[in-house]
């Protein structure tokens, strides 16, 4: 009979290779000039046009010009989808600038904001059940994604009537419970965006106290890719950003395309028309390079350091941060809010003005 | 014979063996983070052990610089306080329940139907109907660890009362022994083991809705800094904590052998 001796040293070793292979499937993608991009979006107002664009060819489009393949890819978690390009699995990502800097900068990826396509002027609320005045929020606890845009327009509500967060208790609440949780009793203060807000202030009780259009440019919705991918794949960037502009053109007209673009943008984020331009109203696009380089070009530097200081004071900069300035941040026009040594994200302007010079 | 079934390791062997897949998922993790660490050094997703360790001394030896607690253990002791009463009242209404259900015939016919539906819905479905019911504080979390257990063990504990041999209850009758008498001196000594049985197997579960109501609405608890963390990727943070949560639940279903080893010593004699 054949012994079913095997050394177990051999064993061993096999074993070891298999979980090995398994585990380095997870490592970083090299960078390096190639012809397969993903990049992943969840569903918010101002990245509705993105589904748009990858459903209706816009996307195939301009990745054929430069003959190259684009997907993008819908995720059902906002933070999963940025996990996963900090992680390296995608080329880039719909962040705000704050989840930006928090995760893949301060997790060490080298990321730039390539372009933003809107700042939230509204869509994310403050709303207090049965009081209508924001200093009522004084002792009581508040119901928010902890460490998301949410609480950190609340740190920035309170600051600007002279409190601080030490004068209310915060809950971290799921987003995706935010309406049943305000039907509850004990619910009494939330911090929310749009659909969710605009579903709870519909109702009688709930009141908006403080919302993003007093903190007009500091949310910014961006498209996030990896610095390294964008250095060594040109081609990329350029098509990522003609897609935006051309998806941007069709819906800002004024026509019956731009109706059918939103009517399905509306009903692909579970509303309807109506809905979404009143979640739109709520939103400062950026329809026109020229807008969003006019932006980037202003006052972004101190905008900044409100976000810095916010994630600086949560310990969100990594542990290692002495300072808000731990992260150097590189503005459009190549000047550095923060450590130079260690800049770890990045604006720029260049393909957006190859867009309005209609260079693409 | 020589067959693979009849070969046995010997201690030193089973020894081995048994330590063997956790030395190979170590050594893998380990090589799989170096790795990563060498592409970028600050790589949040497999952190190094040094990372890690960093991360533990400062959750569970230096105070929260904003709120003066040792996260880890306050993170601990909410979570335990939570499990142990959802636990504890699901063993009891279980243990009370399942009895019932096992010996009273019309107790079973008005009960046995109702428990099988209700143990089929899964709780984590009709979350938000629960919010609606207790709101969303400390209740609302025992509840949903309560109510997530409480079918299997009434299910669990009436099987095993059916199963007592039924010469036990007619000779407890022929006696003179009433109703009540059969439940107190016959039927809960050898159902208490039983229902410490059910709980070892329904931790598991517990554990796993306690996490999920801490994701939702909490602002303390090893499955809120777990899910917290999770937002910028903290793996330093969230691995060691998802071994602790591993070591506790391991604790406690040792403890649980452990004193019914102790109390109810009659049920080990003979083997």
């Known amino acids: ?360 | 014979m020589r067959r693979l079934i009849n070969r046995r390791p010997d201690v030193a062997a089973r020894f081995g063996l048994m330590i063997l897949p956790f030395v190979i998922v170590i050594i893998a993790y380990m090589v799989a983070s170096d790795a990563r660490l060498s592409v970028n050094p600050n790589d949040k997703l497999l952190p190094g052990w040094s990372t890690i360790s960093d991360a533990i001394e400062r959750m569970a030896f230096q105070p929260d610089q904003r709120t003066g607690d040792y996260l880890l253990w306050s993170d601990t002791l909410s979570s335990l306080t939570r499990l142990g009463i959802g636990v504890g009242i699901a063993t009891l209404i279980g243990g009370i329940f399942g009895i019932l259900q096992g010996l009273i015939p019309y107790f079973r016919a008005s009960f046995n139907a109702f428990t099988s539906v209700l143990s089929m819905i899964p709780p984590l479905a009709v979350l938000p109907i629960l919010f609606i019911i207790f709101g969303l504080g400390e209740l609302a979390k025992v509840m949903l660890v309560m109510i997530g257990i409480v079918p299997f063990l009434i299910r669990d504990l009436a099987l095993r009362t059916a199963e007592i041999p039924h010469e036990e209850i007619i000779k407890a009758q022929t006696l003179g022994a009433s109703t009540w008498q059969i439940i107190i001196r016959i039927v809960v000594p050898q159902m208490l083991p039983r229902l410490i049985d059910g709980v070892r197997l329904s931790l598991g579960a517990a554990w796993l809705f306690l996490i999920a109501a801490e994701a939702i609405a909490s602002d303390s608890g090893l499955g809120y800094r777990i899910f917290l963390m999770r937002r910028y990727l903290a793996m330093d943070v969230i691995l060691p904590y998802v071994a602790w949560i591993t070591f506790l639940a391991f604790a406690l279903d040792l403890a649980l052998r452990l004193f019914q080893r102790v109390a109810f010593r009659w049920m080990y004699r003979g083997n």
Not at chain 1, 5 to 20: E, G, H, R, Y
Not at chain 1, 63 to 92: H, P, S
Not at chain 1, 155 to 182: F, H, P, Q, Y
Not at chain 1, 217 to 244: C, H, R, Y
Request: hydrophobic share 45%.
């Open chain 1, 1 to 360: 009979m054949t012994s079913f001796k095997l050394s177990s040293l051999k064993i061993f070793a096999a074993a070891v290779v298999a979980m090995t292979l398994a585990f380095t499937a997870i490592s970083p993608a090299h960078a390096e000039a190639k012809k397969d991009f993903k990049v992943a979006w969840s569903i918010y107002v101002g990245w509705m046009p993105w589904g748009y664009a990858m459903d209706n060819g816009i996307v195939k489009k301009w990745a054929d010009k430069y003959d190259i393949n684009i997907e993008v890819v819908q995720f059902n978690d906002y933070i999963e989808a940025i996990n996963q390009y900090t992680a390296g699995a995608y080329d880039g990502v719909m962040a705000t600038n704050m989840d930006a800097l928090a995760i893949p900068s301060a997790g060490g990826v080298d990321s730039t904001i390539l372009l933003i396509c809107d700042y939230s002027d509204g869509n994310d609320v403050i709303i207090l059940k049965g009081k209508e005045d924001l200093a009522d929020i004084k002792g009581q606890k508040v119901n928010l994604v902890e460490l998301s845009v949410s609480h950190y327009v609340l740190a920035r509500a309170l600051e600007k009537i002279g409190m601080s967060e030490k004068d209310v208790t915060v809950v971290n609440t799921s987003d995706a419970d935010m309406i049943a949780a305000w039907s509850t009793p004990d619910v009494t203060a939330m911090t929310t965006w749009n659909p969710m807000a605009a579903e709870i202030l519909a109702q009688d009780d709930a009141y908006n106290v403080f919302d993003s259009s007093e903190l007009p440019g500091e949310i910014q919705d961006s498209l996030v890719v990896n610095t390294q991918t964008l250095k060594d794949n040109p081609a990329f960037a350029k098509a990522m950003t003609g897609i935006w502009y051309e998806t941007m053109a069709l819906m800002s007209a004024d026509d019956e395309a731009a109706t059918a673009a939103k009517t399905a943008m509306g009903e692909a984020s579970g509303t309807d028309l109506a809905g979404y331009e009143m979640q739109l109203a709520a939103t400062e696009m950026f329809y026109k390079p020229e807008d969003y380089i006019a932006f980037t070009e202003g006052n972004l530097s101190e905008l900044t350091t409100f976000v810095t200081s916010f994630l600086f004071d949560h310990g969100l900069l990594g542990q290692d941060a002495t300072s808000p300035g731990y992260i150097g941040i590189e503005l459009a026009d190549g000047t550095v809010v923060g450590d130079e040594s260690n800049v770890l994200l990045r604006y720029t302007t260049e393909y957006a003005k190859m867009a309005a010079d209609g260079e693409l």
